[in-house]
T-cell receptor, first 110, second 116 residues
Framework: EDQVTQSPEALRLQEGESSSLNCSYTVSGLRGLFWYRQDPGKGPEFLFTLYSAGEEKEKERLKATLTKKESFLHITAPKPEDSATYLCAVYSGSARQLTFGSGTQLTVLP | GAVVSQHPSWVICKSGTSVKIECRSLDFQATTMFWYRQFPKQSLMLMATSNEGSKATYEQGVEKDKFLINHASLTLSTLTVTSAHPEDSSFYIC????????????FGPGTRLTVT
C-alpha cells in the first residue's frame, strides 16, 4: 500500500524567510510524485511532477526536488500570496491512482 | 490548457433529496476522471475512478448505490449523491487525466455540498 507523509503539518514564516516542506513516501514502483497547491475552498492547483531521483523543477519561488524516499518543496523568499496548503501525491504502477499526503498548511506573514 | 470545471460550485439541499454534480474537461478529452471528497482541514480521499463508457470503480467503503457516477462522454462525468444526509456534507472535487495512460491529474474547483 502506497503511503505519503508530509511534514510539518503547519508552517508559519515571515515574508522573505526561506524554508522547505517535506514529503516522505513509500510506494511500489513510483511513476510520479506530484506537488499541488490548494487555496481554501478551491481545488488543488498543479505545481510540479517529478519522475526520478535527482530530478529538480523550479517555478518562481518554488523548487521541488526528489530522492528515492522523499521530496522537498523549497520556498525561497516567500510572500504572503504563497500562503496555502501544499499537497504531495504519488502515483505508482501498482495503485494506478494518486495517493495524497495530508498536506502542509503554509502561512506567510507580511 | 488542461482546465477542468465543476458545476455547481456550491449547493444546499434537504435531507432525502438527490444532488447531481458535473465535472467537465474543457480543452482536452479525459478517458479517466476521479472523484474525491475532502473534509475540512483534511486531505483528499479518493471515492471512485470514472472511465468513459464503463462502470466506475469505487474505493472500499464508498457506497456505489449512494454515489452514482456516470461518465457519459470523454469530457463529462457526473456524481449524483442520492438520498443525501447531513453526513454527506463535504467538499467534492473531481479530476481528469489528459489522454490515455497519463498520470497527471488536473483538478476542478470543487463543489461544496451542504445537506440540511
Amino acid at each position: 500500500e502506497d503511503q505519503v507523509t508530509q511534514s510539518p503539518e503547519a508552517l508559519r514564516l515571515q515574508e522573505g524567510e526561506s524554508s522547505s516542506l517535506n514529503c516522505s513516501y513509500t510506494v511500489s514502483g513510483l511513476r510520479g510524485l506530484f506537488w499541488y497547491r490548494q487555496d481554501p475552498g478551491k481545488g488543488p492547483e498543479f505545481l510540479f511532477t517529478l519522475y526520478s531521483a535527482g530530478e529538480e523543477k523550479e517555478k518562481e519561488r518554488l523548487k521541488a526536488t526528489l530522492t528515492k524516499k522523499e521530496s522537498f518543496l523549497h520556498i525561497t523568499a516567500p510572500k504572503p500570496e504563497d500562503s496555502a496548503t501544499y499537497l504531495c501525491a504519488v502515483y505508482s504502477g501498482s495503485a494506478r491512482q494518486l495517493t495524497f499526503g495530508s498536506g502542509t498548511q503554509l502561512t506567510v506573514l507580511p | 490548457g488542461a482546465v477542468v470545471s465543476q458545476h455547481p460550485s456550491w449547493v444546499i439541499c434537504k435531507s432525502g433529496t438527490s444532488v447531481k454534480i458535473e465535472c467537465r474537461s474543457l480543452d482536452f478529452q479525459a478517458t479517466t476522471m476521479f472523484w474525491y471528497r475532502q473534509f475540512p482541514k483534511q486531505s483528499l480521499m479518493l471515492m471512485a475512478t470514472s472511465n468513459e463508457g464503463s462502470k466506475a470503480t469505487y474505493e472500499q467503503g464508498v457506497e456505489k448505490d449512494k454515489f452514482l457516477i456516470n461518465h457519459a462522454s470523454l469530457t463529462l462525468s457526473t456524481l449524483t449523491v442520492t438520498s443525501a444526509h447531513p453526513e454527506d456534507s463535504s467538499f467534492y472535487i473531481c479530476s481528469a487525466v489528459d489522454g490515455e495512460g497519463g498520470s497527471e491529474q488536473y483538478f476542478g474547483p470543487g463543489t461544496r455540498l451542504t445537506v440540511t
